[in-house]
């Protein structure tokens, strides 16, 4: 339950960055609501085609659709409130790339792959939406640029993988790593620490 | 042997419309090839490999390989008098986006998917090449900023699951919402009729 | 293992040249990080993705990350003096497109696919990466503008299914068609040999 409710507070955070960054650059009604899809559930998409998990999640399970639509026509209505929301919208995304990481490690782990695969699935799970909603409005990916975002969710995946070594209870690590991960990223923000400087 | 005879004739149509792109995009002989595939063959690669169908439907029936390669020596050759046909590719495409549309709803029924993601499915299937066109060549997708499009794909998609439930038998629910999907795409671009704007 | 050694010569080469774009964009650490995988593994991926080859192989064999790693540490370590390793950098990368269509194309065999579909799918694991490489930096992909990449790719592939048709050993077709790929994308840059203009 407690999982379910991170998961769909994810989904949502991600939906709605979608629909911001659609209607900043004014797309249509339905381009709005593809970006927020994509935004939502690309980095997953791509996890399960990755492994061969198909159909992709979302196609299986209807909440995602469910929740995403719902989001869409809220943030539509309430458009003009949103930038009040800017603050908890930040921290269900942060959450949401906690969380994300983990489920994209946990599928790696049962698919068998070597840790260093599956944290790069758990990073690809949290960031690859967000790098397709940007290819698809025609910008270089957000993630490419600035902040530590995929860096957060590389140290908190394989601070799981070393918890798990160190033999800590599997739950434990679990939820250590999505601590990290969001940690990370807050901190990262609030210190405006960037990654090092590789052009001077 | 009909099915079959739309089912090319959407394809030529859809890969003259990634000629034409690619054209004013000044790519060279290579690219105007590829584009057109991708637009042709784009759509139903995504949607074969959401479901996990593979290899995709391109790679075991040569018909779409050779039929686009003809097109694209056609369209190549002919290339000055294409302006001319502006119209008729325009029905073509038409024709196109409502097959394709259910060629993708058919198959997700096969898999055994829900109603609403079948639906996406046949959406996909219908608009992705021209997203993937769009960006290869460094749009924004045309569908996500004007026109009815993939509304129509959406709409006629869920006539075609109510006429189902409605038990419409389906050979006749599927020829409806092919219909319907034309028909809406023909009177949204006749009258002008677009998405309603969400700027205001 | 020289097969091996010639893939691994390859993978560093296209890792290169994606941090090469990388920092011309002025991408942060993951982002060239992520272009540089983008570029060595991204034909490969689509490959198996399109065949239902999953896991993709660089998930299962860790050779190509731990090659990639240790790649953009170097490269970013010796960016001053990446300019004047460019004539190596093009053999490899030439190499390596050679080497990379024939392993697609005995994917595609191992598959029982069409040898259209074969040449299809070498093409695409030669040249894909560097096609998504400059999605993801925004610009047209190089290969539709410029210079014969993938005709070379096509051409050689299609001498491999030429020759075993007329009963030439298997290992001496692939051999013979590397070197032709790499012969004509060679000859093509030494004598600026371009595919055929078609916009006069």
């Known amino acids: 339950m407690f ?50 998990d198909t159909p992709v999640v979302w196609m299986r399970d209807s909440v995602y659709v469910i929740t995403i639509s719902g989001t869409v ?26 969380l994300y990481t983990m489920v994209g490690i946990e599928k790696g782990v049962q698919a068998e792959l070597l840790p260093v695969m599956c944290v790069a699935l ?4 949290a960031s690859f939406g967000g790098v397709l909603r940007d290819i698809l409005c025609n910008e270089i ?8 975002y995929a860096t957060a969710c590389i140290l908190g995946g394989s601070f799981y993988f070393l918890l798990t070594y160190l033999t800590v209870k599997d739950q434990y690590a679990f ?4 601590v990290l991960v969001i940690s990370i990223r807050l901190l990262a923000v609030r210190f405006k620490i960037a990654l090092p400087n590789i052009y001077s």
Chains 1, 2, 3 share one sequence.
């Open 122 to 125: 758990g990073t690809i799970t």
């Open 3 to 52: 999982y379910f409710v991170i998961d769909i507070l994810g989904t949502i955070a991600f939906a709605i960055s979608g629909v911001l960054v659609a209607m900043e650059k004014k797309l249509d009604l339905f381009g709005v609501i593809i970006i927020a899809f994509v935004t939502a559930i690309g980095g997953g998409t791509l996890r399960d085609l990755l492994i061969g």
């Open 175 to 178: 939820l250590a790593a999505i």
């Open 73 to 98: 026509v809220f943030a539509i209505l309430f458009r003009k409130k949103l930038r009040y929301l800017r603050t908890s919208l930040f921290l269900f995304d942060t959450i949401g790339i906690g």
């Open 141 to 148: 990916p957000v993630i490419f640029r600035k902040e530590i």
